[in-house]
């Protein structure tokens, strides 16, 4: 059966996605357009390029430190450059790297731009900074006078996983200005909202996958004592409010929660056990939503 899929941002722990894959995959359901946000971007990027859940397992090996993230010159003290980077490029690593690793893979599959794929197949959510807007790729690129055909994927994938302060801001140049990218997560983690249109009635059904913390299973009131804490506030409010509004809106029968710890989200050196677990969450949350999906 065909369906559309969303898939969350989460970071490494986006692992536990490729678990859900699994279970969807076993329970028959195919994808024909997907959408997501950072490691969501990923694997919808690598749904598209028909890349199977087993494939993905076999590439975990790959989805280390050493692989996907830039290792800078030191000329200066290890301290001092991990602040002159933050100051100056905005980001402690490149994302050239990460950018190089999906190129390769999409390459693999002879996927290189938004051209190589049918039209509305794919879709990812980014960040416009210097805007202020969710940027939705490749639909909005002709606002920047790019064409969608001619745009990588692997560019715009690596756009939705630029976590600030960790991967410096993409630029995307255009006549008029250039443009700082960053993380789909700081505006819309879970753009479910994408292929859920209540003006239009729906093509085939809709299925979300979203990695959220223990809090927001069981919402609470946040605590805030001090400027920091404001801060943390703040962001997680920025971040969530969006999606939360649509969520509740919707309803959440077509969504599959899966609950991760937020911490270590950018913990590149989790162990191949870790990894393995995180699969097999991801997907045991999925096989027990599937059985009483009524899509």
């Not at 065909?2 to 969350?8: A, K, L, N, Q, R």
């Not at 690598?46 to 800078?72: C, H, P, Q, T, W």
């Not at 994938?157 to 302060?165: H, I, K, N, W």
């Not at 969530?240 to 649509?246: E, F, G, I």
């Amino acid at each position: 059966m065909y369906i559309d899929g969303v898939f969350s941002g989460g970071g490494i722990k986006g692992l536990a996605l490729i678990g859900a894959l699994q279970a969807i995959e076993e329970k028959g359901f195919v994808f024909r357009r997907v959408a997501g946000t950072s490691a969501g971007a990923i694997l919808s990027s690598f749904i598209v390029a028909g890349y199977s859940s087993k494939e993905l397992v076999s590439m975990l090996e790959e989805l280390n430190a050493d692989n996907l993230l830039d290792r800078r010159s030191r000329f200066i003290p290890f301290s001092l450059t991990k602040w002159l980077s933050l100051y100056w490029k905005m980001g402690l690593y490149k994302g050239d790297k990460l950018e190089r690793w999906l190129y390769n893979k999409l390459k693999q599959r002879g996927i290189i731009t938004f051209g190589d794929i049918p039209e509305h197949s794919l879709r990812i959510v980014a960040s416009d900074l210097t805007n202020g807007r969710i940027l939705v790729l490749p639909d909005d690129l002709p606002q920047y006078g790019i064409d969608p055909a001619t745009f990588f994927i692997s560019k715009a994938v690596r756009m939705s996983c630029s976590l600030p302060y960790f991967f410096e801001p993409v630029r995307l140049k255009s006549v008029r200005q250039t443009s700082l990218i960053v993380d789909g997560g700081v505006l819309s983690n879970f753009p479910i909202w994408l292929f859920d249109d209540e003006r239009k009635p729906k093509v085939r059904p809709v299925l979300g996958v979203n990695l959220v913390t223990a809090e927001e299973c069981e919402p609470s009131k946040k605590e805030i004592h001090n400027a920091i804490g404001l801060f943390g506030a703040l962001f997680e409010t920025m971040k969530d409010a969006h999606d939360a509004r649509y969520i509740s809106k919707r309803h959440a029968q077509n969504i599959i929660f899966i609950p991760v710890d937020q911490q270590g989200i950018i913990d590149f050196q989790l162990t191949e056990e870790r990894k393995q677990q995180l699969v097999l969450l991801g997907k045991l949350r999925a096989e027990a939503f599937l059985q009483q999906w009524s899509y």
